[in-house]
């Protein structure tokens, strides 16, 4: 079965940078795409940036300018490196894999923190 791991997650002075990685493991596919979303305390999940096989990502509103989702030399694996964090970035960070599977098949990790005191 799939295993998703996160990693990176801590807590940093507002200003500060963190990388989160994801890396889909146990699988015999290449992975359609690959997200990370979040949630605050209070607040619904909301998507922070998407890669996809191909290479285009999306990235919220909020953090344009400040993440970036790329693709890590390792197979299923990708990096979020946040730059000039804020208190509204605490929350826990998911990552989510699809796979190029018919029909679609997703899976979540068990998450991470990135705390940023105000």
């Known amino acids: 079965q799939m295993k998703v791991v996160e990693s990176g997650g801590g807590l940093v002075q507002p200003g500060g940078s963190l990388r989160l990685s994801c890396e889909a493991s146990?699988?015999?596919?290449?992975?359609?795409?690959m997200a990370w979303f979040r949630r605050a305390p209070g607040k619904e999940r909301e998507l922070v940036a998407r890669?996809?096989?191909?290479?285009?990502?999306d990235h919220a509103d909020s953090v344009k300018g400040r993440f970036t989702v790329s693709w890590a030399s390792v197979r299923n694996m990708i990096d979020l490196q946040m730059n000039d964090l804020k208190p509204e970035d605490t929350a826990v960070y998911y990552c989510n894999v699809v796979l190029p599977t018919v029909p679609s098949q997703e899976c979540w990790g068990q998450g991470t923190q990135v705390t940023v005191p105000s």
């Open positions: 890669i996809r096989r191909r290479g285009s990502t």
């Open positions: 146990n699988t015999i596919y290449t992975v359609k795409s």
